[in-house]
């Protein structure tokens, strides 16, 4: 039930950089092999709000790319839902917690990247609607629980494709290194890095968008069809990933900022692949340029095939890269690292 009053609920949950192990956080391979994944979140945001609505009647709201929809209080209706995240939140969350009963409320959203921008955006926006419903309906869930519910009804309820680091990495927040393991097991191990290694790599980083945010569903299942295939391509170089996830941590934990930059180099050869879409000929472009201009290494976050691209460069020359790179077209920044995961709160109407 509806705690106290007519409060208003706010909600976030931070967006990701993927340093290695992106894809083995997939079925099946996790669930035959294990997967790890090596992640830090970043001071971009997924957005919820919620609040009573005024007309007895269901609004769902995202900002960031103009779409409002309104539906009767019927949990049903809901199903035709184009803000499938918001809808499948709410219909989960109703059914789950809310005794099966609708609620009349409106739920928006925005969040600080565009869709498809390989940063977890999707994920991160299912984390920070279900902690905002934690807190609306007094529930005792903790981070594995916001984490896993968001899993289950971006996965599962909706059906839509991917992998479980993202949902993890924005329920938890800080540097991770996170196993996922048969069974539905995961397990969040958060990194103590010393703050001088993080803020020489956070000093060493830029992150790119490429201008195309691309949709991941087929270059993840050509992923999960790969590993299907004994020694085939896409299997090895899962198992490679697996392995620089390993050896990632242990250069991070070590300050070895020049043998990740190798490790991320080795990774993205082999994310290439694991699918015929990871690269592009824009891709190949942005790296040649940066390449050119300092860049000791990059990687496209996420599944691949536009979104950000992140880059490691010796801090004295991140500047320059950054202005060549936007100067081919891209839009390039620097980026810095947040420690704090979900999290969210109350205000009085």
């Known amino acids: 039930m509806i705690a106290q009053t007519a409060a ?17 956080d997939l079925s099946p391979y996790c669930d035959r092999f294990g997967g790890a994944v090596l992640n830090i979140t970043i001071n971009r945001h997924a957005y919820a709000f919620i609040e009573p609505s005024a007309d007895g009647r269901v609004h769902l709201v995202a900002r960031d790319i103009n779409l409002r929809e309104s539906f009767d209080c019927d949990l049903d209706a809901l199903a035709a839902a184009r803000l499938a995240i918001h809808a499948g939140v709410y219909r989960r969350m109703c059914r789950m917690f809310g005794g099966g009963r609708p609620l009349a409320l409106t739920i928006s959203s925005y969040v600080d990247a565009p ?80 703050r001088g290694v993080m803020n020489e790599l956070e000093a060493s980083l830029v992150t790119c968008f490429t201008g195309v945010s691309r949709r991941s569903e087929q270059i993840i299942e050509e992923q999960q069809r790969g590993m299907d295939t004994p020694a085939g391509p896409a299997l090895e170089g899962l198992h490679q990933l697996k392995r620089d996830a390993l050896e990632m941590k242990q250069m991070l934990l070590r ?64 500047l320059h890269l950054i202005q060549a790179l936007n100067a081919a077209g891209a839009t390039a920044s620097a980026v810095h690292f947040t420690e704090q995961g979900a999290e969210s709160w109350s205000v009085s109407s």
């Not at 690269?279 to 496209?300: H, P, Y």
């Open 115 to 194: 869709p498809g921008s390989g940063l977890g955006s999707s994920s991160a926006l299912g984390v920070a609607l279900v902690e905002a419903f934690r807190t609306l309906l007094g529930l005792p869930l903790g981070l594995y629980d916001v984490a896993h519910q968001a899993f289950e009804i971006e996965r599962i309820d909706l059906a839509l494709a991917g992998g479980k680091q993202d949902q993890y990495a924005a329920a938890f927040g800080g540097a991770n290194f996170i196993e996922f393991l048969a069974g539905d097991r995961v397990i969040v191990n958060p990194l103590r890095v010393p």
């Open 255 to 318: 300050g070895g900022i020049r043998g990740m930059a190798e490790i991320l180099n080795r990774s993205w050869i082999a994310k290439k692949g694991t699918a015929s879409g990871v690269s592009s000929e824009l891709i190949e472009q942005l790296f040649a340029v940066a390449t050119a201009n300092g860049a000791m290494a990059g990687k496209v976050s996420g599944a691949g095939g536009g979104g950000f691209i992140m880059f490691l460069v010796p801090p004295e020359q991140r």
């Open 8 to 24: 208003h609920v706010r909600a976030r949950a931070p967006l990701r950089l993927g340093l290695a192990g992106g894809g083995t």
